[in-house]
């Protein structure tokens, strides 16, 4: 995303949209904060690591241990009303931004609070003006995304308790958003692309002029899965920076990090995480920053890998880079870019 973003920003003024208060919102993050708060109430997160967060979060949802919504509105009306943020959530932000610094990443606003720019009923109307959900709420009943029209099955995104998902969230924070014309890029987990698939559909049912672009997860030791099934204790950003950073200087980190999971893992990572890799990819950095040349400019070469709906192409661009082994890499478009 960070590649992407800084390439387009050379040939066009793309504005990168993430709001804290989706994730927040969601059944899942509400539910294990309520984990916690029953189950570890003692804590003082700011003593905690995170991996042992991490740890939590794994045994969560293994145990079982998880209220209906219904019982948890509390939680939600903090959110909406103050843009709450539960301590353990506060203190796991706070550490990906520190390594988001490290890598020289944008922060899309991790801890920058922004309340949702519709309620909940203002998007169902809306939606429900065009014809694009089903409001079954008066009788007791869900709301559904209705994608009918184009083939799709309907898409339940507010439940019988009268908890909304993170479809209508994340519709509450664009519906304001979009004007006629406006192209949309959806960056999004593989997972849901069914989802995404439908959202795509339904702001272009509104005006919008929507792309997608959806992101495999890097297998280990050739399985794929979700963070909370564990199994990543090795591969933490803890560990890698500790790992990488002990040998390389943090411009290689930065560089070689970004060929490695975008010109070598591809956008499907469809092979496994590899440590031995991930080093050739950094000396690979190393000699790429030091042989780096002052010529040509970042805007061709961003303008060159530009996709048609209107957003560059980073496994494109950095696949040039990569390949350009006899060649040295212009120092303009590292920093650019990838720096």
């Known amino acids: 995303m960070d590649a992407l973003f800084r390439a387009t920003r050379l040939v066009a003024d793309p504005e990168y949209h993430w709001n804290p208060r989706t994730p927040n919102l969601t059944g899942q993050t509400i539910q294990f904060w309520d984990y916690l708060d029953r189950r570890h109430g003692g804590l003082d997160y700011e003593d905690v690591s995170p991996h042992a967060l991490g740890r939590l979060y794994v045994r969560f949802h293994s145990s079982g241990d998880a209220l209906p919504l219904n019982t948890l509105r509390h939680y939600v009306a903090r959110v909406e009303r103050d843009g709450w943020v539960h301590p353990a959530t506060r203190r796991m932000t706070r550490h990906w931004k520190r390594h988001l610094d490290l890598l020289g990443v944008r922060d899309p606003g991790l801890r920058r609070d922004r309340p949702l720019g519709m309620s909940t009923d203002e998007v169902v109307d809306r939606l429900a003006s065009r014809r694009l959900c089903v409001d079954n709420r008066r009788h007791g009943g869900p709301v559904y995304l209705d994608g009918t029209r184009w083939g799709m099955p309907l898409r339940k995104v507010i439940g019988m308790d009268g908890h909304a998902n993170y479809l209508l969230v994340i519709l509450r ?21 069914y989802d995404y698939a439908l959202l795509s559909r339904v702001t272009g049912a509104l005006g919008a002029r929507p792309a997608r672009l959806p992101l495999g997860r890097v297998p280990l030791d050739g399985t794929v899965r979700a963070s909370r099934y564990g199994g990543w204790d090795d591969v933490t950003i803890d560990r890698l920076s500790e790992l990488c950073r002990t040998e390389f200087d943090s411009t290689a980190y930065r560089l070689g990090m970004r060929l490695y999971f975008i010109a070598m893992l591809k956008r499907t990572s469809g092979e496994p995480f590899r440590l031995d890799l991930l080093r050739r990819a950094l000396s690979r950095a190393e000699r790429m920053v030091r042989d780096a040349h002052h010529g040509g400019s970042p805007s061709e070469r961003a303008g060159a890998c530009v996709k048609p709906s209107g957003w560059v192409d980073p496994y494109r661009l950095t696949d040039g880079l990569f390949a350009r082994r006899s060649r040295p890499a212009p120092l303009g478009l590292l920093d650019a870019v990838f720096l």
């Open 173 to 193: 924070d664009l519906l304001p958003r979009l004007v006629p014309g406006r192209r949309v890029l959806f960056v999004y987990d593989d997972d849901l692309s």
